[in-house]
């Protein structure tokens, strides 16, 4: 009896990560279970070595701001690799048979080997 609590108790910590001083607290409170004199120990046993938490957990950012970077950082993405893209779809054009590929040359004379 008592030993399959303390082995569901080990399991809470093994998995708690606290990701802000009030989620800490709430974890202290439900593992003293509403002993807050036990609570208050184990949360100053705790915050001694995490002291950089913030106070409360950060905000998600909402589906139009993760919608707004993705599409952003793609068309980034896009805009930075027009040339090695169009390459690529003149090549598989090429491929298909419906455009004859074009290979870049330079511009410039190569300089002799030595």
Do not use: H, W
């Amino acid at each position: 009896m008592f030993g399959k609590k303390r082995i569901q108790m080990m399991d809470l910590f093994d998995t708690f990560q606290p990701t802000s001083k009030s989620s800490l607290k709430a974890f202290c409170m439900k593992t003293a279970g509403g002993n807050v004199k036990l609570a208050g120990e184990l949360y100053d046993f705790y915050i001694k070595d995490m002291e950089e938490l913030p106070m409360f957990d950060p905000v998600p950012p909402s589906f139009m701001d993760n919608a707004k970077n993705t599409v952003g950082g793609f068309f980034d993405f896009v805009k930075g690799n027009k040339d090695e893209i169009m390459q690529v779809a003149d090549f598989v054009r090429g491929i298909m048979g419906k455009r004859t590929v074009v290979v870049n040359t330079p511009t410039e004379a190569l300089p002799p080997i030595n």
